[in-house]
């Protein structure tokens, strides 16, 4: 079975654009997040998406959105792009979402904004 | 809110010998998932091992083990007879039991094998 799959695995944008990142889970796997990885904050949570609906969202800004498909795959977008947006995004997957599975982990993309 | 945190930026240990990696937490629930990922260079989150918050007894898995002490919510992870390939970024995680399933994670341990 192929792994948690992220695209692309580095990234390099300017101030005020936007980007967007993409997730494909374990085959079968219907729970999608995503988190945020810098030096000073460490790991966060930015959100989670099963069955094409979020179920739970970090304390970011509403320029940080994300949506899943119906083939479970996820896709999270930032606008406006900040300094401090640059980070290591990790996505993970699990097949149903419930607190007791294990969390499948993608290798994540590395975004520099300049 | 639920806080995790580990004490030790950066820990080493020879080849072969035995290291313990700390980690306290704090939460009002008496249910929840403890974790220990280890992310190497490769940048990938590996799970290593979860204690359950409600098993009294303490988890293993091969050549890692923790302590778990609920009443200290303290959770530290051994590893015995450490390997080269051990070598990355440690974190210690929580998550509830009930309701989201976020992982809220420590600031991480840099473990370094010398041989």
């Known amino acids: 079975k192929a792994g948690v799959t992220q695209t692309p695995r580095y990234l390099i944008k300017t101030r005020g654009q936007q980007v967007t990142l993409s997730c494909s889970p374990i085959?079968?796997?219907?729970?999608v997040s995503w988190y945020q990885q810098t030096p000073g904050q460490g790991l966060q949570f930015l959100f989670e998406y099963f069955s094409e609906t979020q179920r739970n969202k970090g304390n970011f800004p509403g320029r940080f959105s994300g949506r899943q498909f119906s083939n479970s795959r996820s896709e999270m977008n930032v606008s406006t792009l900040e300094l401090g947006d640059s980070a290591l995004y990790l996505c993970?997957?699990?097949?149903?979402?419930?607190?007791?599975?294990?969390?499948?982990f993608g290798s994540g993309t590395q975004l520099s904004v300049l | 809110a639920q806080t995790v945190t580990q004490s030790q930026p950066e820990m080493s240990v020879q080849e072969a010998e035995t290291v313990t990696l700390s980690c306290t937490y704090d939460?009002?629930?008496?249910?929840?998932?403890l974790f220990w990922y280890k992310q190497p260079p490769s940048r990938q989150m590996i799970l290593v091992i979860r204690q359950e918050a409600y098993k009294q007894q303490n988890a293993t898995e091969n050549r890692f083990s923790v302590n778990f002490q609920k009443a200290a919510k303290s959770f530290s992870l051994k590893i015995s007879d450490s390997q080269l390939g051990d070598a990355a970024m440690y974190f210690c995680a929580y998550r509830r039991a009930q309701g989201a399933q976020k992982l809220v994670f420590g600031q991480g341990t840099r473990l370094t094998i010398n041989p």
């Open positions: 085959s079968g796997h219907r729970s």
């Open positions: 993970a997957s699990s097949a149903a979402g419930a607190t007791n599975e294990k969390l499948f």
């Open positions: 939460t009002s629930e008496s249910d929840y998932y």
